[in-house]
C-alpha cells in the first residue's frame, strides 16, 4: 500500500506557497483528517510552519521525495470544507492568498476553550437543545414572499424606519426582520449568518435574537471579539445542530454545512470592506457563498446601494419590502437668509423651534459632521487658516478648554503665532460636536445634552427629554424613538469628493432618521436637490438607478470593476504588460520609488484579470532581489507586487 498523503494549505505570507502541499503521514501518526490544523516542515526556509489538511489522497500530485507531516496540532477539524471553497474562491477572484482569508475565518487556537468544547461534545451537552417552538411570522412582509424567499431566494430587502422594544431594549425594525428570518431559517434545519458593519448594529440584532431564540442557538462570531471567545464562537457555529450566527464583516466566513440564509445588513458602510488582503468585501463573499452552497441571500439596508441595485437590474436579486411601508417623515429645511435663528446659521427657525417643541417631551438628536469643538481654526486679525509648525497640518480644537492641536501630527500649540501677521489670537471655524452641543446647551437651559461621537461611545439613552449630539454613525438608540431629528452640516458632508458620497450622504441620514420616533419629524438642513427629493419621498431605489446609470456612462464602479496594482515600478510595469484582453489601465503614477496603477475591467473579464495578476505576483515574488536600504526592516519580506480589488473608493488616495 502507498503512503497516504495530506494536502495541506500552508500558513505562510509567501504566494508562491498558496496552494496544496503534499506531505507523507508519518506510519503512527494519529488524527490527520481533513480539516485539522498540522504542523509541517517548510523546506525552504527549513523550519516548521502550521498549516491545514484539505484533503487526503494516496496518490502524489507532484513527483519528487515528500516531507512528513511534522505534528497534529490539534484533532478539531477547525477548517470546514465549505469554508475551504469559499476561501479559495474569493482569494482567487481578488488575486490574493486563500490563506489569508483563513486567517480571518479560523481564529488562533484556545487550548482551554478547545479541551472545554471537547469535554462537552464527550458528555454529550455540546449542541443545542431541540426548539420547542414554532417560528416566529416575519412581521410586516407577505407570508408567500417570505416563503419563497427562504426558500432559497436572492432579494434586495426594504426594511421599514423606526424602533420597537424587545425585551428592555430598543432595536431597529430591521433588527426583529432579520431575526425573525433567521428563526425561520432554523426552523427549516438549517443555518443562518447575519453580517453587520459594527457593535452597535451587532447590539440591536443580538437583542432581537434573544427575545426570539434560545440563547445556545445564537453564536457570536466576530473579529472585534477576544480570542478566546472568538474561538469558542467558531466550535459552536461547527456542530450539527443549526444555529445563528452573527457578527461582523469576517462572520461572513463562519462554518456552516447546512447553510439556509445569509443576510448582510447596510452594505454600504465602509466597514464592511476587509482591510486585509485580499480585501475582500463582504457583500462579495456573501454573494459567493450563496452560489457555492445554496440558502437563502438577503442584502438590506435603510437606502440601497448602487452596488446591490446593480444585481437587481441585472435580475440576479429580486426586490422584496413591506406589504405596507412606513416612511420617515423627512422635512428638506432650506438655509435662507433671515431664517435663521442661531448666530452660525445652521439652525433654520422652523426646526429649531420642532426641535424646541419636541425636547419638551423627549430625546432630540442632532447630527453633526465632525467631533470635537471647533474642526478648523484661524488666525482672528487677517484670517490665515492657522497650522502646525512641525508639519503644516491645519490646527483645531478638541475641547473647548483644551489647546489647539494638530489634524495630522497630533501636537499641541500652546504658543500659537499667525504665520502671516504673527498675532496670537484664534478664531473658531465651525463647529464640531462639543460645540454644537455647548451652544444647545445654552440655549436650552436645564435640558440634558448628551454626545455621541468617537471619542465619546453612547449606545442608547433613554425616553426622558435630552438633546442628543451625535456624529454620523455614532447615533444613540433612543427609547421609543427621538421625539424629532436635526440633520445638520448636509452640505458640507456632500462637499467631499469622493465616488460613492452621493450613497454615503443618504445611508448617513437615513440611518439617523430611522432612529425617530414613528410620528417624528426629520429635518434635513441646508440640502436640496435630487438627494433631498431621494429622501424625502423614499424613492431611494430610482435613486440608485440614476446613480449606477451615471457610472455607467463613466465605467466607474460598480459599473466596472476596479484593481489597484502598486509596488516596485518595474514589477507594476510588467504585470501591465501581462493584463488580458479586456483591462485598461486609468491612472499611473510614481511616488518614492512606488507605482501606482489603476486598472479597469468589466465583469466578464475578471476571472482572467485576477489570474494575470496573480501569477505575476507569484513570479516577482519568486525573484530574488537586492534589498533597497532603508525599505524595510531586515527579514520582513516586502511585496514587489501587491493588489487591491474593488476598492470602494479607488480614487480616495487618503
Ligand atoms: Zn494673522
Ligand atoms: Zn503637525
Not at 205 to 210: F, G, N, R, S
Request: aromatic share 4%; charged share 25%; hydrophobic share 45%.
Amino acid at each position: 500500500m502507498r503512503p497516504l498523503i495530506a494536502r495541506v494549505v500552508l500558513d505562510t505570507p509567501l504566494p508562491q506557497l498558496d496552494r496544496l502541499l503534499d506531505y507523507r503521514v508519518p506510519e503512527g501518526m494519529e488524527g490527520v483528517v481533513p480539516g485539522v490544523r498540522v504542523e509541517a516542515p517548510l523546506r525552504s526556509a527549513k523550519r516548521m510552519t502550521q498549516g491545514f489538511v484539505v484533503e487526503l489522497s494516496d496518490q502524489q500530485e507532484h513527483p519528487g521525495p515528500l516531507s512528513d507531516l511534522d505534528a497534529v496540532v490539534s484533532s478539531v477539524e477547525v477548517l470546514r470544507p465549505e469554508v475551504w471553497r469559499l476561501a479559495r474562491a474569493v482569494a482567487d477572484r481578488a488575486a490574493g492568498s486563500a490563506i489569508d482569508v483563513l486567517r480571518l475565518a479560523i481564529p488562533k487556537r484556545q487550548v482551554r476553550v478547545e479541551k472545554a468544547w471537547l469535554a462537552a461534545r464527550a458528555a454529550g451537552t455540546a449542541e443545542p437543545a431541540p426548539l420547542q417552538t414554532d417560528p416566529p411570522e416575519v412581521t410586516g412582509y407577505r407570508s408567500a414572499e417570505v416563503d419563497a424567499l427562504l426558500a432559497g431566494g436572492r432579494v434586495a430587502l426594504g426594511v421599514d424606519p423606526g424602533v420597537v422594544p424587545v425585551g428592555d431594549t430598543w432595536v431597529g425594525r430591521w433588527a426583529v426582520t432579520f431575526a425573525q428570518l433567521a428563526a425561520r431559517t432554523l426552523a427549516q434545519g438549517a443555518s443562518a449568518i447575519l453580517v453587520v458593519p459594527d457593535h452597535r448594529d451587532a447590539r440591536q440584532l443580538e437583542a432581537a435574537l434573544h427575545a426570539t431564540l434560545p440563547a445556545d442557538r445564537i453564536v457570536r462570531f466576530d473579529s472585534a471579539q477576544p480570542d478566546a471567545e472568538r474561538y469558542r464562537g467558531l466550535l459552536r457555529a461547527m456542530g450539527e445542530e443549526p444555529v445563528v450566527v452573527l457578527g461582523n464583516r469576517s462572520a461572513v466566513y463562519a462554518p456552516a454545512t447546512r447553510l439556509g440564509l445569509v443576510a448582510v445588513w447596510n452594505d454600504g458602510d465602509p466597514l464592511l470592506s476587509e482591510p486585509l488582503s485580499p480585501y475582500v468585501h463582504a457583500r462579495d463573499a456573501a454573494l459567493v457563498r450563496q452560489e457555492q452552497q445554496g440558502g437563502a441571500l438577503v442584502f438590506a439596508g435603510h437606502t440601497r446601494t448602487t452596488d446591490v441595485e446593480r444585481l437587481v437590474e441585472l435580475g440576479w436579486l429580486t426586490e422584496l419590502g413591506p406589504e405596507r411601508p412606513r416612511r420617515s417623515r423627512i422635512v428638506p429645511t432650506a438655509l435662507a437668509a433671515g431664517d435663521v435663528h442661531d448666530e452660525h446659521a445652521r439652525i433654520p427657525s422652523s426646526a429649531w423651534q420642532a426641535a424646541a417643541t419636541a425636547a419638551a417631551t423627549g430625546p432630540v438628536l442632532v447630527q453633526v459632521a465632525r467631533p470635537g469643538y471647533a474642526p478648523a481654526l484661524r488666525c482672528r486679525d487677517c484670517g490665515t487658516s492657522a497650522r502646525c509648525r512641525h508639519c503644516t497640518g491645519p490646527l483645531r480644537l478638541q475641547r473647548a478648554q483644551g489647546a489647539p492641536s494638530c489634524l495630522w501630527c497630533g501636537r499641541e500649540e500652546r504658543a500659537f503665532r499667525c504665520a502671516e501677521c504673527r498675532s496670537p489670537r484664534l478664531a473658531h471655524v465651525g463647529s464640531g460636536t462639543g460645540r454644537t452641543a455647548d451652544e444647545l446647551g445654552r440655549a436650552f437651559p436645564g435640558v440634558r445634552v448628551i454626545v455621541a461621537d468617537g471619542e465619546r461611545r453612547v449606545l442608547e439613552v433613554d425616553e426622558r427629554p435630552s438633546l442628543v449630539v451625535a456624529t454620523r454613525g455614532a447615533e444613540p438608540v433612543a427609547a421609543g424613538g427621538y421625539r424629532a431629528v436635526l440633520l445638520l452640516d448636509g452640505e458640507r458632508m456632500i462637499a467631499r469628493e469622493t465616488l460613492r458620497i452621493a450613497e454615503d450622504c443618504l445611508r448617513w441620514w437615513a440611518d439617523a432618521a430611522a432612529l425617530a420616533a414613528d410620528d417624528a419629524k426629520v429635518f434635513l438642513v441646508g440640502v436640496g436637490g435630487r438627494l433631498a427629493t431621494a429622501l424625502a419621498t423614499a424613492s431611494i431605489p430610482a435613486f440608485a438607478r440614476a446613480e449606477l446609470a451615471d457610472r455607467r456612462a463613466l465605467r466607474f464602479p460598480p459599473a466596472a470593476r476596479v484593481a489597484t496594482l502598486d509596488g516596485l515600478p518595474d514589477a507594476v510595469t510588467a504585470a501591465l504588460e501581462a493584463l488580458p484582453e479586456g483591462a485598461d489601465t486609468i491612472a499611473e503614477r510614481t511616488v518614492d520609488g512606488r507605482t501606482r496603477a489603476l486598472i479597469r475591467f468589466d465583469y466578464a473579464h475578471g476571472a482572467a484579470v485576477a489570474r494575470a495578476v496573480r501569477s505575476e505576483i507569484i513570479r516577482q515574488a519568486a525573484i530574488r532581489r537586492k534589498p533597497v536600504p532603508g525599505a524595510s526592516r531586515p527579514g520582513r519580506a516586502i511585496l514587489p507586487l501587491r493588489a487591491r480589488f474593488d476598492d470602494p473608493e479607488p480614487f480616495d488616495e487618503s
